[in-house]
């Protein structure tokens, strides 16, 4: 079972998108795949047409609750309409767990634990970050084998990376482990300055972390966000479907630094 989680520190950069596409994608070839919903406002979960708000269960219960779900994973696994794609969903309650759970010892392994339940079961598991760095961003991170980092080619979107990068480092100062990441250049539009200056900018900085290529701006993300359903079924040949086929194709072969 392979573990890719996708995070940033800003919001806005197309991290909820390539979980989506990513995992349509891999659908298509016959991949069974389980997304998580780590943040609190729920977009993931709602790209699928749960309403977090009248759930029996979520996420939150296997960390706040566990005796309500007897403790085990499978417990909140929802099906989604894609063939090959199962959802374990967010709540607004998340964002209640540094305070419940910031100061509890060996939190941030427990979604790690869990996920070891569904080695048999899954091939691919990708988890979708808050933008704020807490109990669900660390348990994200130590649970994963690689971290996609999407970012806006826009200058403030960098700033975002840099956070990102910085505590990425503190975490391994603190777990003295390594992060394998791979660091992919979102929204970009080849018709302004800005997008072409910031991915410049990006590459000089980061360099062999960077992936090669771009995610484009592309108004069939949207479009296919309105029809609940990831790009790759809704507009087949677009070029955001392309982009993320070219993305994927890398990380399947790619190894990290």
Known sequence: MVIWTIANQK???????TVISLAGLLAERNFRVLLIDT????SLTSYFQY???QLPVSLYD????PAKVKSEIEQVILPTEIPNISLIPASMALATLDRVLGEKEGMGLFLKKQLTL?????DFVLIDCPPVLGVMMVNAIAACEKILIPVQTEF???KGLDRMISTLSVMKKSAGVSF?????PTLYDKRTRASINTLLLIKERYQEKVWNGVIPVDTKFRDASLQHVPISIYAKRCRGVFAYETLLNYLL?????
């Open 118 to 122: 569904l080695e048999d079961d899954y």
């Open 51 to 53: 309403d977090s708000d």
């Open 11 to 17: 919001g806005g950069v197309g991290k909820t998108t």
């Open 156 to 158: 403030l979107a960098s």
């Open 180 to 184: 394998k990441y791979c660091i992919i």
């Open 253 to 257: 072969q790619a190894e990290f630094y």
């Open 39 to 42: 943040d609190p406002h729920a």
């Open 62 to 65: 296997l960390f706040a609750e």
